[in-house]
T-cell receptor, first 113, second 112 residues
C-alpha cells in the first residue's frame, strides 16, 4: 500500500565510499524531492525534479547528485560521504509542486563510519 | 527569501488540554501553509493546510488560523491525546521560487 518507497531503510557506508539511495513512487506525481533531515531539525531541501527538469538548491554540496530516469524512480548519489552527511534522507512527491501536499517516503537513515 | 519561525520548540500538555503552535513568516507573497506531523522515526505526514484566501480551517480536533496582515499562522489541537505526541512542522510557500520552507519544529508531548 506504500506509495513512496525508499530503499534501503538503513544504509551504512564508509567515509568516502560512494552510496546511492533510491526512491520509487506509484502515485504518478510529476514532482519528486530529496530532503536531508538531521536529528531534531527540519527537513532541508537538497533538490527536486519537476518532470525531467532538475532544480538544485544553491547550498546543496556538489557531493550530492541526483538522477531521475523515469517518472517513477529517483536516485540520490553521494559521491564521497563525510561524517557530516549522516542523516535521514527523505524522498517526497507532489502532483502540483509545493502548493500541494507532499507525500513522503519512510526515509533512508544513512550512517557513515 | 522566505523565513519561517516556529514556537515553541517543545510543548508539554496534559491529555485533554489544548495545544497551540505558532509560526511567523517573512514573505508577504507566501500563499500556502501546510502543517506536517512527524512521529519518532517515521515520515512527515500532512495533517492540515491552509491557503491565503482563507482565514481558518478545521478538521475534527485540528484547526489552523492565518493572519495575513500579521504574517502568522497557528495550529490548534483540542482534546489532546497521547497519540498526538510528535514533532510538528509548519511550512510556507512563497509565490516567487515556489519553495517550501519549514519551521524549526515543535516537539509536542501529551501526558496521560
Amino acid at each position: 500500500d506504500a506509495m513512496v518507497i525508499q530503499n534501503p531503510r538503513y544504509q551504512v557506508t564508509q567515509f568516502g565510499k560512494p552510496v546511492t539511495l533510491s526512491c520509487s513512487q506509484t502515485l504518478n506525481h510529476n514532482v519528486m524531492y530529496w530532503y536531508q533531515q538531521k536529528s531534531s531539525q527540519a527537513p532541508k531541501l537538497l533538490f527536486h525534479y519537476y518532470d525531467k527538469d532538475f532544480n538544485n538548491e544553491a547550498d546543496t554540496p556538489d557531493n550530492f547528485q541526483s538522477r531521475r530516469p523515469n517518472t517513477s524512480f529517483c536516485f540520490l548519489d553521494i559521491r564521497s560521504p563525510g561524517l557530516g552527511d549522516a542523516a535521514m534522507y527523505l524522498c517526497a512527491t507532489s502532483s502540483r509542486g509545493v502548493r500541494a501536499p507532499l507525500h513522503f517516503g519512510n526515509g533512508t537513515r544513512l550512517t557513515v563510519t | 527569501g522566505e523565513n519561517v519561525e516556529q514556537h515553541p520548540s517543545t510543548l508539554s500538555v496534559q491529555e485533554g488540554d489544548s495545544a497551540v503552535i505558532k509560526c511567523t513568516y517573512s514573505d508577504s507573497a507566501s500563499n500556502y501553509f501546510p502543517w506536517y506531523k512527524q512521529e519518532l522515526g517515521k515520515r512527515p505526514q500532512l495533517i492540515i493546510d491552509i491557503r491565503s484566501n482563507v482565514g481558518e480551517k478545521k478538521d475534527q480536533r485540528i484547526a489552523v488560523t492565518l493572519n495575513k496582515t500579521a504574517k502568522h499562522f497557528s495550529l490548534h489541537i483540542t482534546e489532546t491525546q497521547p497519540e498526538d505526541s510528535a514533532v510538528y512542522f509548519c511550512a510556507a510557500v512563497a509565490d516567487q521560487g515556489g519553495k517550501l520552507i519549514f519551521g524549526q519544529g515543535t516537539e509536542l508531548s501529551v501526558k496521560p
